[in-house]
């Protein structure tokens, strides 16, 4: 983890930089957990770590990143919601594919599509590559658990 500009727990916002290390990827999620806990969002913990797990992962293996790119998460709270974005250096869009039954990886937007309410990628403004994003609702999350039969904290257990 190169850098954290986490608020206090009453803030909104949490913004973290990493490098490609795959151990940031717990790192970051140990802090999207305690930011849902002290946001009162821990219903969405199960999806949203794994959403993040998948995005900052991807970035990881295919980001360009320097010294001076580092890749970044943000964590915003609303109402009953949660957006985390992934940036990183790289312009090139991730496309989902359709993996071979027997791969190992490919699976990663999948899984954030069938978990998120939205996704995305935007270009990011004055520097160069994306940020990947998604949207997590408490209402969206109930209505998957509804829809599966319930179980599990958010819905996907």
């Given at each position: 983890?190169?850098?954290?500009?986490?608020?206090n727990?009453?803030?909104?916002?949490?913004v973290?930089?990493w490098?490609?290390?795959?151990r940031?990827?717990?790192y970051a999620?140990?802090?999207l957990r305690?930011?849902?806990?002290?946001?009162?969002l821990?219903?969405l913990e199960?999806?949203?770590v794994l959403?993040?797990s998948?995005?900052?992962s991807?970035a990881?293996?295919?980001?360009?990143?320097?010294?001076?790119?580092t890749?970044?998460?943000r964590?915003?709270r609303?109402s009953?919601?949660?957006?985390?974005?992934v940036?990183?250096?790289s312009s090139?869009?991730?496309?989902p594919?359709v993996p071979d039954?027997?791969?190992?990886d490919?699976r990663?937007?999948?899984?954030?599509?069938?978990l998120?309410?939205?996704?995305g990628v935007?270009?990011?403004?004055?520097r160069p590559?994306k940020?990947?994003?998604?949207?997590?609702?408490?209402k969206g999350?109930a209505e998957r658990?509804?829809?599966?039969?319930?179980?599990?904290?958010?819905?996907r257990?």
């Amino acid at each position: 983890m190169y850098g954290n500009h986490r608020l206090n727990p009453t803030s909104s916002i949490v913004v973290l930089r990493w490098s490609t290390d795959p151990r940031c990827v717990a790192y970051a999620r140990l802090e999207l957990r305690k930011a849902l806990a002290d946001w009162g969002l821990s219903v969405l913990e199960d999806s949203a770590v794994l959403i993040l797990s998948e995005l900052l992962s991807n970035a990881g293996l295919h980001a360009k990143v320097t010294p001076e790119q580092t890749i970044e998460t943000r964590y915003f709270r609303s109402s009953g919601a949660l957006r985390i974005e992934v940036h990183d250096g790289s312009s090139e869009r991730p496309h989902p594919r359709v993996p071979d039954s027997e791969a190992v990886d490919g699976r990663g937007l999948f899984l954030v599509d069938a978990l998120a309410d939205a996704w995305g990628v935007v270009e990011r403004t004055g520097r160069p590559g994306k940020a990947i994003w998604a949207e997590l609702s408490v209402k969206g999350a109930a209505e998957r658990n509804a829809a599966l039969g319930g179980g599990g904290r958010s819905g996907r257990g």
